[in-house]
């Protein structure tokens, strides 16, 4: 049985769209802010699924700015303070609550700045052929269920649609930003996650990794944009059962393994997928409970997310 559609977030008419990705949708606001709208729209090696997830994109969007709030000491980030609903039409103010950042504009670093404390994905793949993440050797015998001993910085390229990130070694990071600027991506990032990690910790949740986004604003200093620490971007993992040997995911991981597991390799000439209905709600119910867990707070009902 498939999974009935759900209506998606329409466009808004009150402000020009400048981008649709994957997931989120840009509006220019003014010449200095964006209006970042998250869909419930749900994507796996880079295609668009048919189905999108009832309240994803609130869920999303409450828990970036839940972790912008918590790391803002360490870094600043492209959030105005601002209420999205502000700069919209009345009528279309229902159709961005909870689920829009009203955000500054930034010049992008080209680039992911991914942090692992374990070897899991791609990490895991180069690892298995080579011995390396990133270039960066590690030690043998580690599984997936090993912590590293420090986590360790593994750059990324940022793909265009349609094509795949491409991890790629520290000297590459450098030749593309600067050695400098490279130097203070690093820390920062590293930063933030291992701040990130106690608090999963104490929520039991361990998060094998990560990936962050930074940007420029207009004094050049290095600042936190577009999502942060969701299940979109990071791996989250129960802690009592890692500590049992076991990978139990709260994340897009599953989905992932299912899709594989189904035959579907992505790319720019894989069509929309139509999933069925208890794929669909797996999902929703592994983002709500890492939502729970980590923000301290109950999940909004269904029916509000997914208005």
């Not at 970042?36 to 796996?44: G, I, N």
């Not at 996650?193 to 990794?209: F, L």
Request: with cysteine; charged share 25%.
């Amino acid at each position: 049985m498939n999974t009935p559609p759900v209506a998606a977030v329409p466009t808004l008419r009150s402000l020009p769209l400048v981008a649709r990705g994957k997931v989120r949708d840009l509006y220019a606001v003014g010449a200095d802010r964006l209006l970042m709208v998250a869909s419930d729209r749900l994507s796996a090696f880079d295609v668009v699924m048919k189905a999108p997830v009832p309240g994803k994109g609130r869920l999303l969007t409450q828990m970036a700015l839940f972790w912008f709030a918590r790391l803002a000491p360490l870094c600043p980030n492209h959030l105005t303070g601002e209420a999205p609903e502000s700069v919209v039409a009345p009528e279309e103010r229902a159709l961005v609550e909870g689920r829009a950042m009203l955000v500054r504009r930034l010049a992008p670093l080209p680039c992911e700045a991914v942090v692992r404390g374990y070897v899991a994905g791609s990490g895991w793949k180069e690892y298995q052929a080579h011995g390396t993440v990133c270039g960066q050797p590690l030690p043998k015998g580690l599984t997936m269920t090993t912590r590293l001993a420090a986590p360790i910085f593994t750059p990324a390229t940022k793909a265009a649609a349609g094509e795949h990130d491409e991890n790629i070694s520290f000297a590459r990071l450098e030749v593309a930003i600067g050695a400098a600027r490279a130097a203070e991506l690093r820390d920062v990032a590293l930063r933030l996650y291992a701040a990130a990690c106690d608090h999963a910790a104490d929520c039991g949740i361990v998060i094998a990794d990560t990936k962050f986004e930074f940007g420029l604003d207009a004094d050049g200093r290095l600042t936190l944009m577009d999502e942060v620490l969701t299940p979109d971007s990071s791996r989250f993992w129960l802690a009592d059962e890692l500590r049992a040997g076991r990978i139990v995911a709260l994340d897009k991981q599953p989905l992932r393994d299912w899709l594989a597991a189904s035959g579907v390799t992505g790319g720019a000439e894989q069509a929309a997928l139509d999933l069925p209905a208890e794929v669909i709600e797996g999902v929703r119910e592994r983002y709500a409970r890492a939502y729970t867990m980590l923000c301290a707070e109950p999940t909004l009902p269904a029916t509000r997310l997914a208005r």
